[in-house]
């Protein structure tokens, strides 16, 4: 079993910046490839970012590209979920999602662990 923790989230205004942090424990956590999700209000869970257990692969939804960023800190069994230049639209519930393989899949079913998720909430 893998238990995630996130934290960092909040009400921002738009153009403004966050970083979410979520921590793991119950596994090893350099053999987990780590993702994050939104699910934006009245809408269907989405893809955010993923890394792979190395670190050295990542990728991004289409709506973030080149805003947020994913990484990771084995060492601190933590994933980071870096946004800037946020958008009222970047609102919803932010999940971390873990899997013991490796991928970085925008898929949420190739995922086996799931955090409480935390609330992000950007004004214009």
């Known amino acids: 079993q893998v238990q995630l923790v996130e934290s960092g989230g909040g009400l921002v205004q738009t153009g403004g910046s966050l970083r979410l942090s979520c921590v793991a424990s119950g596994r090893t956590f350099s053999t987990l490839s780590l993702g994050w999700f939104r699910q934006p209000p009245g809408k269907e869970r989405e893809f955010v970012a993923a890394?792979?257990?190395?670190?050295?692969?990542?990728d991004y939804g289409d709506s973030v590209k080149g805003r947020f960023t994913i990484s990771r800190d084995n060492a601190k069994k933590t994933v980071y979920l870096s946004m800037n230049s946020l958008k009222t639209e970047d609102t919803g519930v932010y999940y971390c999602?873990?899997?013991?393989?490796?991928?970085?899949?925008?898929?949420?079913?190739?995922?086996?662990?799931w955090g409480q998720g935390t609330q992000v909430t950007v004004s214009s």
């Open positions: 999602a873990a899997v013991p393989t490796y991928t970085t899949r925008a898929d949420e079913r190739a995922y086996d662990y």
């Open positions: 890394i792979s257990r190395s670190g050295g692969r990542t």
